[in-house]
């Protein structure tokens, strides 16, 4: 059984800030873990992912405003500078090899003045 589990979620004026945590199950090894975003109505796209060894990729929309973390099994997504077209339910995906990953049930982000 693998567990991953998002929070911190929630409504947020434009320029405020957020911080996303998903937490992914303690005995198992994930080599990328990552943030993933679905707008109503559109595609789910990808936010930032890190790897076990630390190397981050970022969506370009999110370059500058996104930071994302790593310790263990336990990633942090640190949101600033929001705008009303992040608003999304953002995801957690944990990857145990190239074919298997793991999603989280979702956290809801509104950005709204």
């Known amino acids: 059984q693998v567990q991953v589990v998002e929070s911190g979620g929630g409504l947020v004026q434009p320029g405020g800030s957020l911080r996303l945590s998903c937490a992914a199950s303690?005995?198992?090894?994930?080599?990328?873990m990552g943030w993933y975003r679905q707008a109503p109505g559109k595609q789910r796209e990808l936010v930032a992912t890190i790897t076990s060894g630390g190397t981050t990729n970022y969506a370009e929309p999110v370059k500058g405003r996104f930071t994302i973390s790593r310790a263990k099994n336990t990633v942090e997504l640190q949101m600033n500078s929001l705008k009303p077209e992040d608003t999304a339910v953002y995801y957690c995906?944990?990857?145990?090899?190239?074919?298997?990953?793991?999603w989280g049930q979702g956290t809801q982000v509104t950005v709204s003045s």
């Open positions: 995906n944990a990857k145990i090899n190239v074919l298997t990953g793991y």
């Open positions: 303690e005995s198992r090894y994930f080599y990328i």
